[in-house]
């Protein structure tokens, strides 16, 4: 059974009771994060709740053009009144010794691997 397999049984069971459901697509805390997509981070280890808040990922927690449309839509048509960026040690994507692993290649272009630190950040550790 794969993990998709797993997560698909899971949200079947899910979806029996949908407990959920009586929130709201705007957030009770009126708070987005834009973070990155590691795993460790999670509305956890920033005390929310589910429902308090959007929070939009990518790799390195960086500002886009899709990450500011989300915050756009948040904001505009959700009633956010507040915006986080958090960035945290030890980011994979932000790390100048991240590499493919198993002999993948990541393609060439503008979603390239490397993050682009206009401040410098990454090489200061
Ligand atoms: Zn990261």
Redesign the pocket.
């Known amino acids: 059974m794969s993990v998709i397999d797993e997560v698909l049984e899971a949200n079947e069971i899910y979806s029996h009771t949908h407990e959920l459901r009586r929130l709201t697509p705007r957030p009770a805390r009126k708070l987005a994060i834009l973070t990155?997509?590691?795993t460790r981070?999670s509305i956890r280890t920033l005390g929310l709740m589910t429902g308090d808040a959007h929070i939009i990922r990518n790799?390195?927690?960086i500002v886009t053009e899709d990450s500011l449309r989300s915050l756009l839509i948040s904001h505009y048509l959700l009633d956010t009144e507040e915006i986080m960026v958090i960035?945290?040690t030890?980011?994979?994507?932000?790390s100048p010794l991240a590499k493919p692993r198993n002999g993948k290649k990541l393609p060439d272009g503008p979603h390239g691997p490397r993050f682009q630190d206009p401040e410098g950040l990454s090489e200061s550790r």
Not at 90 to 94: N, Q, S, T, W
Request: with cysteine; hydrophobic share 20%.
């Open positions: 990155c997509m590691d981070l790799a390195g927690g960035n945290h030890d980011c994979g994507p932000r």
